[in-house]
């Protein structure tokens, strides 16, 4: 951010810096290009402390490396953006190994879009994050948050809502070599080296190769680890000096995890059921509570099933990505400028439980998965017995091949008018199954960390399986966007629109029995047969859906006296159904309603005010989104079942505000908070029936005579805090550096009714809402002074994270929180008290 020393500037002058962006807030290369020209020189803003708020028309946010270093080493980059208005993360670990949840404004980690040096990141199937999978938050040179809109060349499906973009640093000018080892509470331990080469060239080729690997495990004595491996490297080659480039990048991570602790949610009138993750469990009411044990070893007894092999904790959730990207920019004329970012993705991952296979025959002779149950009809195991109860893993695999192609051709009108048009492609071919495999008598653990590896057959030789079917999640998408500047500079005009034209190519190999992912899989052998004894399934199928949609994103910034500037933005977002709504949809009829899912749409606001003065710079600022076709799932009245369908409307609005203040040369204050409001327009179908459900007073069905309703008109959305607020404050007195973040949530409904939790039994095992609470985490750095090391990354850090051990309840596990006051939620254990050591040298 820029700090301005001299109040008395002009108008004017403020009104170019403020109304246009820095080259590093957008996310693909002709983004930050496009951006790059409508900088004038002498006006970049500077950060405060490592934070931006960037003078643009979007409601944007920035962290750079200064802030991002201070973190534990190896958090992910979403826990660090936790300290951002609007963003909500639970961890589910203290070391961002393990994945976790996130909300922005009250969007879920599906409509959420997030892009690394352009590429996206969402899943291609049903849009999820994986924050575990990011870059080493060493390699990250800035994060921006765009928290309601996302860029015009943006290839996601998912952007209903925020983004999130991040770019990788640089490869210095001159040779360095970074060393970083860490070591602290939960057996954490971490080593990270980096290479720079420097200019290899005369003409400038550079480059840097990165190594990390990492491990813990988790709070309860589980027996459970954390094993994390990463791999990075990227090359750049100037093109002459007028900032051309190409750079080759690549990013390789390997994660070998047991699944974190996720339990339960009871809290009230429940003591006598146990702490565990089992369906009969609960979460621990206080840290004491949360140190219980499992035995996963334990394969044999009457509770093996809940706290031995089959306790969530002993499965198996690893991962295996990789990623390589290239970026170029190109100057075919003085005003004519063409970028280029191509990618390919790579992701291996699978997660899943345990059960159990009969080794005889099913009915009718059929093997496979028939009636919900497996059959190999042979014996597995080789032990000359035929049994009906084999341990097995049954785990469900993903495997993702992925290219995509951001281009735009930029257009300099003249020093005041800016065009650029873009084309963008993703083809994601995702293919999902769900081989069993052998489970390990001694461990509990799989025999494999990929079944598909070692998979159990049938007696015709197939691999016996829970899913099997195959996507293609294809788009094409053209944009344009323009800049204009009028008045001297004062107002300054951002219009944009893309037209993306996705297209689902679906094909599935088993049944659909139901509309809410049930599925029987038997063997090729034995389809006909099962086709003719359930003639209403849906059978194996291909299906192809399209959704296409024109989405504009305009806004300005306008100067309205010395340090002051006014901005407003308006975006359209979209999010087109996933692979399990649509793979849902083939239980129906193509035709039918349920059977060709609508894509979810809406309509976002933002409108602010931006001070700069002297050190002190802060933005507060308004917003407004209305969502059209919200997709969740409900109950269909017609086939007694739950589906994905969408909830018509619904609303959201509150504000953000951020302040950051140099105070002098020692001392500098970070302060944000936001409030978030949301608003179901109507009550929700809950299924059949004649009268009213009413329990110790509350209406938590309501009936019209013929169908029920959840009574959710007016109500809030559940799992989002209805406000956050937080601070960081840094002291610097060389060679010392200290931070203190404080970050306070507000309470969460736990339902969309609003209501108390109540179990079978009409008992209240839950509040309305979980109560909010604080964390407080600490940094301190003393810089090594030493003889041919690099001061400002050679250094002794000590963190700490939740500082007080705050016992408060994690994060919702799914991104459709309970809309019933009778549905129990799973949640992610919180983070205890954590400290970590680190040394950091560079030469």
Known sequence: MRIIKNSALAVSSFAIAAAVASPAFAQSTGAVDFENTIVVTGTKAKAINGVDIPATPKAKQVLDQTFISKSTPGQSINEVINMVPGVSFYNADPFGSSGGAMFIRGFDNTRISQTFDGMPLNDTGNYALYSNQQLDAELIEQVNVNLGSTDVDSPTAAASGSTVNYRSRDPLEKAQVMAVGSAGDLSFKRGFISVDTGNITNSGLKAWFAASVASNRFLPNTGGQVAKQQLNFKVKQPLGDNGDFISVAGHFNFNRNNFAPSMSLYTQNSASRPVNSSSSGRTPYNWDEAQYTINCADTTSSSASNTGYGAFECRFNPSRTANLRMNGRFTLADNLTLTVDPSFQYTKANGGGVGKLNEASGPNGMVGLVGGNYYSGRDVNGDGVISSSILMGNASETETNRIGLLTSLRW??????????????????????????????????????????????????????????????????????????????????????????????????????????????????????????????????????????????????????????????????????????????????????????????????????????????????????????????????????????????????????????????????????????????????????????????????????????????????????????????????????????????????????????????????????????????????MKLAIAGLKSDKSFIQLNVTNLFNQFYIGGFTSSSTPIGATTIPTVYLATPRTVVGTLSVAF
């Open 412 to 781: 300099k009108i003249n020093p005041t008018n800016t065009l650029r048009i873009g084309y963008s492609y993703d083809r994601g071919r995702h293919k999902q199954t769900g081989e069993i495999t052998f489970l390990n008598s001694q461990t509990g653990y799989y025999a494999t960390y990929f079944p598909i590896d070692l998979a159990i057959t049938d007696k015709y030789g197939n691999a016996i399986e829970k899913r099997n079917r195959m996507s293609y999640a294809i788009l094409h998408q053209v944009s344009g966007e323009y800049n204009g500047k009028f008045f001297d500079g004062k107002l300054d005009v951002l219009a944009g629109v893309r037209a993306p034209f996705f297209k689902r190519n679906l094909t599935t190999f088993c049944f659909a029995t139901n509309g809410t992912g049930g599925y029987d899989c038997p063997s090729p052998q034995d389809r006909a047969a099962y086709a003719v004894a359930n003639p209403t399934y849906g059978a194996p199928q291909q299906r192809n859906y399209n959704y296409n949609k024109v989405l504009p994103n305009v806004g300005f910034t306008v100067a309205l006296a010395q340090g002051a500037s006014l901005y407003a933005n308006y975006s359209k977002g979209l999010q087109v159904p996933g692979t399990d709504t649509l793979y849902n949809a083939f239980f129906y009829p193509v035709t039918s309603s349920y059977g060709s899912p609508k894509a979810e749409t809406s309509d976002n606001f933002d409108v602010g005010l931006r001070m700069r003065a002297g050190r002190l710079s802060a933005s507060l600022g308004a917003w407004y989104t209305m969502f059209y076709d919200k997709i969740s799932q409900i109950y269909n009245q017609d086939t007694q079942t739950s589906l994905y369908t969408n909830l018509g409307k619904v609303e959201k609005y509150g504000f953000d505000a951020t302040m950051t203040w140099k105070v002098d040369e020692h001392f500098s204050i970070y302060a944000f908070g936001s409030y978030n409001k949301s608003r179901i327009l109507a009550d929700i179908l809950a299924g059949k029936g004649a009268t009213n459900t009413v329990v110790n007073g509350n209406t938590i069905l309501r009936s019209d005579g013929t169908n029920t309703y959840y009574t959710t008109a007016g109500k809030r959305e559940s799992g989002v805090p209805i406000y956050t607020a937080g601070a960081r404050v840094e002291a610097n007195f060389d060679p010392f550096d200290l931070a203190v973040s404080v970050k306070n949530n507000g309470k969460r409904y736990i339902n969309s009714e609003n209501l108390p939790v109540y179990n079978s039994s009409n008992v209240q095992v839950n509040p309305a809402s979980l109560p909010a609470y604080t964390t407080v985490d600490l940094s301190a750095r």
